[in-house]
Structures are given as C-alpha cells and as structure tokens.
C-alpha cells in the first residue's frame, strides 16, 4: 500500500518568514494530494490540495509543488502569522483505492 | 462548522466495555470515512463507507465494527475495550465513493479508556 512520510516533525519560525513541509509518497498511482491544518483540539481543514495534472498550485500566502517524478509535494507558507500555528498533515489518495494515506504530521510553530 | 456532526463529544468508559460512536454526514454526502487519532499521533485510517456499502478498511481492530444505514448516519462500534483505545474519532464525509475528493472533518469524539 501507500506510505506517506512527512517533514519535519516540528517547524519554528519567526512571524513573517517563510515555512516549508515536504512529503514523499511510494504510490506512484496515487494521485490526489491534499493538505489539512488541524488546530489543538480541533477538526482537521483542508487548506489546499493539488491533482496529479497539475505541478504547483496557490491560493494567496499558501501553495503546493508536486513533483511526480520524485514522488514528493510541499506546502509552503509564506509571510507566516501566529495564527498558521497548528499541526499540519499532508495526505495522498487514489481515486479508485478509496482511502486517504495521511503523513505524520508537522507541527508549526509561528513565533510572533 | 463542516456540516458533519458526532456523538458524543467525549466518552470515558472502562477496559473490556463496548461503545458505539455516531456520525452523521454532511447532507448529499454518500461517503464516510472513520479515522483515529492518538495523543500527538496522525490520523489512522479504519474503515469507509459508501452509500451503505463498505468499500475500505485500514488498520481497523476486529474488536472494532461499522455501518452506514439507510439515511447514511455511521456508526463505530468499539468492543472489548483496552487503555490502548483511548483517542480522538473522527469521521469525515464526502459526496463521492472515490478517495481524490475533500473530506469534511466532524468534530470528533473523545474517548478515554480508564
């Protein structure tokens, strides 16, 4: 099956630089990525999320690089805010497989 | 609010009781799916349900059963429980069998196995 392993583990910035989570995926049918932020205690939220089609996707301070060849997409959050702080998963997916592979998970932290 | 509710919030139970978690889908939504997640852990998934039929299973326990029914609600049922057990559940739901589509979260259930 898939294997998604995501990192870092934990990421600490400053307020206004740049953060970036790498993931790597073994599935090379997988082709579906999506990003979910999950604050503490709270439901993870999808934020982003890039098809296979496609090698880069933004929307505003966040975006999303896939390389196929690699087996590996990032996110990347710039001009960082204490509000993005919150644990952050990546996950792969197939549409005919019918189940989300999530990685392990980063948790930023946005120092002000 | 992601439109996907969850019954109970928390739950404390003790070893070797049995639970039944509940969720209900965002409406229109044919698909569920029930993951776990542990202290500081990522997400795990257990089991998927499209339009009463199940169509995915995970790392799921024996111990641990679901179903969808006719008006789509799910539920989990946990037996037998086990310190071990103690951790969020969350279901998500979304409109389409297949897995290249956004899942939407419920709020999850809390359990706490003493």
């Known amino acids: 099956g898939e294997n998604v392993e995501q990192h870092p583990s934990t990421l600490s910035v400053q307020e206004g630089d740049s953060a970036v989570i790498k993931c790597t995926y073994s599935d090379s049918a997988s082709n579906y990525f999506p990003w979910y932020k999950q604050e503490l205690g709270k439901r993870p939220q999808l934020i982003i999320d890039i098809r296979s089609n496609v090698g880069e996707k933004k929307d505003q301070r966040i975006a999303v690089t896939l390389n196929k060849t690699a087996k590996h997409f990032s996110l990347h959050i710039t001009e960082t805010q204490p509000e993005d702080s919150a644990v952050y998963f990546c996950?792969?997916?197939?549409?005919?497989?019918?189940?989300?592979?999530f990685g392990s998970g980063t948790k930023l932290n946005v120092k002000p | 609010d992601s439109g996907v509710t969850q019954t109970p919030k928390h739950l404390i139970t003790a070893t070797g009781q049995r639970v039944t978690l509940r969720c209900s889908p965002r409406?229109?939504?044919?698909?569920v799916y029930w993951y776990q997640q542990s202290l500081d852990q990522g997400l795990q998934f257990l089991i998927q349900y499209y339009n009463g039929e199940e169509r995915a299973k995970g790392n799921i326990l024996e111990r641990f059963s679901a179903q969808q029914f006719p008006d789509l609600h799910s539920e989990l049922n946990l037996s037998s429980l086990e310190l071990g057990d103690s951790a969020l559940y969350f279901c998500?739901?979304?409109?389409?069998?297949?897995?290249?589509?956004?899942?939407?979260f419920g709020p999850g259930t809390r359990l706490t196995v003493t």
């Open positions: 409406s229109g939504d044919l698909s």
């Open positions: 996950a792969a997916s197939r549409n005919n497989f019918n189940k989300f592979y």
């Open positions: 998500a739901s979304s409109p389409v069998a297949g897995a290249s589509y956004e899942q939407y």
